[in-house]
């Protein structure tokens, strides 16, 4: 069966803190990866993998993937107040979306 | 097995047609979504619900409509109003509508304008 884990379920830090976010997968056909930032009700698309080992950044955050091991690792450096929010991850393979349940991430001034 | 089931996951239909999209979920969640997603882009609300018989529009929701009579069904109709259509439809629900409640996805319908 075809499935996404992210770990943690939940992260609370404080500010300046660096964190690093897991999302490991079991997905036949893998076409791709995506990481998304939910604060609201649509969420924000960061980033799209579909190399491994090559890491895509935008500001403070950064992401690579790993096709033999299976998983991603999102980071974010420097944490803010406003990266408070929920982190998706999702696996695109030939037939369908899955989706992992998520990160909840709690920045602390 | 609880989740959200969409259908079909292909779907191809000719211009000037409508169709419609199903979403069904067994969470027992109040708040239903629906997204379009264009290849490289992310995410776009279309139309969400906080509760049966009530809906409003989402960012781009000019071509579409969208009904929701029973708590676990939001389907949306793409209407030939809607100039492009061809995308991938992401249906979603959550317990409640505040921005800290996860939502869940199903596996969405990819929809092709012939």
């Known amino acids: 069966e075809d499935k996404v884990v992210q770990s943690p379920l939940s992260l609370v830090v404080h500010e300046g803190d660096t964190v690093t976010l897991n999302c490991s997968y079991e997905v036949t056909n893998f076409r791709s990866l995506l990481w998304y930032k939910q604060e609201k009700k649509a969420p924000t698309f960061l980033f799209m993998l579909?190399?491994s080992g090559i890491e895509k950044k935008s500001g403070r955050l950064s992401s690579i993937l790993d096709k033999k091991e299976l998983f991603s690792i999102l980071n974010i450096t420097a944490t803010q107040t406003g990266d408070s929010a929920i982190y998706l991850c999702?696996?695109?393979?030939?037939?369908?979306?899955?989706w992992g349940a998520g990160t909840k991430l709690i920045i602390k001034p | 097995d609880g989740g959200i089931t969409q259908s079909p996951k292909y779907l191809f239909r000719k211009e000037g047609q409508n169709v419609t999209l199903s979403c069904e979920q067994n969470?027992?969640?109040?708040?239903m979504y629906w997204y379009r997603q264009d290849p490289g882009q992310g995410l776009r609300l279309i139309y969400y619900s906080q509760i049966v018989n009530d809906f409003q529009k989402g960012d781009i929701a000019e071509g579409y409509s969208v009904s929701r009579e029973k708590k676990e069904s939001f389907p949306l109709t793409v209407t030939s109003a809607q100039k492009n259509p061809t995308a991938f439809y992401l249906c979603?629900?959550?317990?409640?509508?505040?921005?800290?409640?996860?939502?869940?996805f199903g596996p969405g319908t990819r929809l092709t304008v012939l």
């Open positions: 999702a696996v695109v393979s030939s037939y369908q979306l899955i």
């Open positions: 579909t190399s």
């Open positions: 969470l027992n969640h109040d708040a």
């Open positions: 979603a629900s959550s317990i409640g509508d505040t921005s800290t409640d996860t939502q869940y």
